[in-house]
């Protein structure tokens, strides 16, 4: 089945420095999207950047880079020049690698993240 | 361009009772998503409505159901609710057919939902 594993509860950064999220998953399937979403106090969900199974280099959307590393099953999000605005709830999430369209996401535990002045 | 829109934003219930959350989709938008997320875990996947068809279905008891309607809005019903049920219930909007690209789902900004 598939599974995501964050194993950071909580990660504290200085602004201004990088900081890396870690985000392992598992499946089977040879076919699958890997995504990042950030979930400010405010609880909505805000989509950052996603990577593809067969996408041959890794993604990056400004400030936000993800280190996909297949053979390892890892796809860690890369923060650099933290700001006091990037304190809050890191998810990865898996498109489930089911057919069909619009398959559904499965979701890791999250990460906190605190930037500190 | 509004984006996703949830209501109420949030809402107290007591057990047994029965709460109806609504969603209304990205503009452009047609299919609705609906996650539960409970206090410090990840979003569970509850259903997804294409054409107002209830087309996948996580693991949730038959309390919780939902309609589509013709303007792609949705509802999620949740009947004799438990003190479990309390969590940020999260609807998601997207194109059908678009599952294989980098187009994911949009969010609202979530029904933060307590049972008493």
């Known amino acids: 089945a598939q599974k995501i594993t964050q194993t950071q509860p909580g990660m504290f950064v200085q602004e201004k420095e990088a900081v890396t999220l870690d985000c392992t998953y598992d499946t089977s399937d040879p076919s699958y999207g890997l995504f990042w979403y950030k979930q400010p106090s405010s609880g909505e969900m805000i989509f950052l950047i996603y990577q593809g199974s067969y996408d041959q280099q890794n993604a990056t959307e400004g400030r936000y880079s993800l280190n996909f590393q297949k053979a390892r099953k890892s796809a860690n999000l890369v923060i650099s020049a933290s700001q006091l605005g990037d304190s809050a709830m890191y998810f990865c999430?898996?498109?489930?690698?089911?057919?069909?369209?619009?398959?559904?996401?499965?979701w890791g535990l999250g990460t906190s993240l605190a930037v500190n002045p | 361009d509004a984006g996703v829109t949830q209501s109420p934003t949030h809402l107290i219930k007591t057990r047994g009772q029965q709460v109806t959350l609504r969603c209304s989709p990205k503009s452009g938008h047609d299919t609705v998503s609906w996650y539960q997320q409970a206090l410090g875990q990840g979003p569970q996947f509850i259903f997804q409505y294409y054409e107002e068809e209830e087309r996948q279905r996580g693991n949730f008891p038959d309390r919780f159901s939902g309609h589509q309607f013709p303007n792609y809005s949705s509802e999620l019903n949740v009947n004799a609710l438990l003190l479990g049920d309390s969590a940020l219930y999260l609807c998601?909007?997207?194109?059908?057919?678009?599952?294989?690209?980098?187009?994911?789902?949009?969010f609202g900004p979530g029904t933060r939902l307590t049972v008493t």
């Open positions: 998601a909007s997207s194109l059908f057919g678009t599952s294989g690209s980098a187009l994911g789902q949009y």
């Open positions: 999430a898996m498109r489930e690698a089911t057919a069909g369209n619009n398959r559904k996401l499965i």
